[in-house]
């Protein structure tokens, strides 16, 4: 006698879940199909990612730009105030005597003031006056050599930018617009005017 025991048919029936044979159905990717999902998914966040990166970039160009203008304006800024400062320096030495030769022109003003009052034929005065005409030679030497120039245009026409007309007069034989005569001489420091000279002017009849 068998000790196996034979399992009626209608429980074998009954042990075999009929749902659980039955393939499931084909759902839509999302659903059903996981891995699908996660692939669209990252495409599009991959999408989104790339046009974010690609206006941020346009956005740096744009600043780098500005900030490449910016500087090569603070660049130019700067060249001009080096030049400036340069030129000011400059100046400053060339025209650092402007306040002493023009306290000294009186001065020597005086002296050929006083050679012009010296007159006469008396050997005391031909003294003086060869003496004086000596003493404004040397001055006008020692001012040349610090690129004070004298400016005397007798027979010059007349420049109104260094010349200052007194008097206008008429002159036989003489140009229009000629300087026939200088009462004070002017002075020029390095091209820069001292001061204009003072003259008498040609017109014509």
Same mark, same amino acid.
């Given at each position: 006698? *068998?000790?196996?025991? =034979? ?6 029936? &009954? ?11 084909? +759902?839509?990717d999302a659903v059903g199909n996981p891995e699908a999902a996660a692939t669209h998914t990252e495409v599009g966040e991959h999408e989104y990612?790339? &046009? ?7 956005? /740096? ?5 500005? @900030? ?8 130019? =800024?700067?060249? @001009? ?14 025209? /650092?005597?402007? #306040?002493?030769a023009k306290e000294l022109l009186p001065v020597l003003d005086s002296l050929m003031l006083g050679l012009q009052a010296a007159t006469g ?10 003496? *004086? ?8 030497? +020692?001012? /040349? ?15 109104? =930018?260094?010349? $200052? &007309?007194?008097?206008? $007069?008429?002159?036989? #034989?003489?140009?229009? @617009? ?7 001489? #002017?002075?020029?420091? @390095? ?5 204009? /000279? ?8």
């Amino acid at each position: 006698m *068998s000790n196996e025991q =034979e399992i009626p048919a209608s429980q074998v029936d &009954a042990d075999v879940d009929p749902i659980a044979e039955t393939p499931a159905e084909t +759902a839509p990717d999302a659903v059903g199909n996981p891995e699908a999902a996660a692939t669209h998914t990252e495409v599009g966040e991959h999408e989104y990612t790339i &046009a974010e990166l690609k206006k941020e970039l346009e956005e /740096a160009k744009h600043k780098a730009q500005d @900030n490449w203008d910016k500087a090569l304006r603070i660049q130019a =800024e700067m060249e @001009n105030l080096k030049r400036r400062t340069q030129k000011d320096l400059e100046d400053a030495h060339k025209f /650092a005597l402007t #306040g002493f030769a023009k306290e000294l022109l009186p001065v020597l003003d005086s002296l050929m003031l006083g050679l012009q009052a010296a007159t006469g034929d008396h050997e005391q005065v031909q003294k003086f006056r060869e003496g *004086s005409e000596l003493t404004i030679k040397q001055f006008e030497a +020692a001012l /040349a050599k610090f690129n004070v120039i004298t400016i005397d245009p007798v027979g010059q026409p007349f420049n109104a =930018e260094h010349h $200052q &007309a007194m008097v206008m $007069q008429v002159v036989e #034989g003489v140009e229009p @617009n000629t300087v026939v005569t200088v009462f004070q001489k #002017g002075y020029l420091l @390095n091209g820069r005017l001292l001061r204009p /000279a003072m003259v008498v002017v040609a017109k014509a009849p």
